[in-house]
């Protein structure tokens, strides 16, 4: 395994977008941040570690660390890789990108073999950001978030066209999604009241037994599972404010005790909220 000196990774910032050089380090220890980070393989061998998951990327390969997502570099040969990060902001000014966060958090590699079309898009597109964020473009920033938004475009169809919705009838997704699309909206919204499945069923004009059977049948979860989902993500946001108490986190993002807090952010992220702060970059 080639050996790199000290941990650095060098960015010619322009605001919420970043882009490495291809001097990034041989590894890098477990952390998360609010920012997504998108990698792309320059050379056979690379392996990262997303949450609990290894990865060994082929060349032409994508990795996708999201926002939140525990991720680090196992071991990377020199030049091997390049990568991307932006702010969370970009996905969460766009309800229908936060809408499918649940699927595309469960998205984290593209193999190259498998997708060529797609990971050769993401690929031009990081270095066409890597040109653009070098320029003297006086709109280099928004040309940035351009690629960046035609890349989630991408990968979101991806996702769309990879999920089982467990149906016979190909057809019946479309209407029942634009429910789910709807009260995923009215959740994210308001995760930090005390909502129940019936105020997301008479806003969205649908039975509580009916939208109960859509969550499952769409999101693969039940509705109070997706709520915890939203509120854990909420309450790691806060957790990046260390002058915040984990409890004032727990309860700003809408969990009415701390015990089903703490349980909650266990189950989703395998860490305590205390362990998992601490991981923060």
Known sequence: MESFGKEFIKFDTVSSVNVTD????????????????????????????????????????????????????????KNGAMFIQFSAVIIENNLDLVSLSRFLHNCKHISAKDYPELTSYISDSIFEIKKIHSSSDSLAETRCKLCIYNILIKISEHVLANINYNLNDESAPDAGWNYIQAACTYIIENSADD??????????????????????????????????????????????DKSISITDCAFLAGFQSTTAFNKAFHEITGYSPRDYRKLYR
């Open 22 to 77: 291809v001097t990034a380090p041989g590894t890098y220890h477990a952390h998360w941040h609010n920012a997504a980070e998108f990698t792309v393989a320059l050379k056979d061998g690379c392996v990262y570690k997303i949450n609990d998951e290894v990865f060994e990327l082929e060349k032409g390969d994508v990795l996708l660390a999201w926002p939140q997502q525990i991720h680090e570099t196992v071991s990377m040969l």
């Open 195 to 240: 909502i129940s499945q019936k105020d997301v069923a008479d806003h969205v004009g649908l039975s509580t037994f009916y939208l109960s059977k859509l969550f499952k049948r769409y999101m693969n979860m039940s509705f109070p599972a997706y709520l915890s989902n939203i509120r854990v993500q909420a309450a790691a946001k806060l957790l990046m």
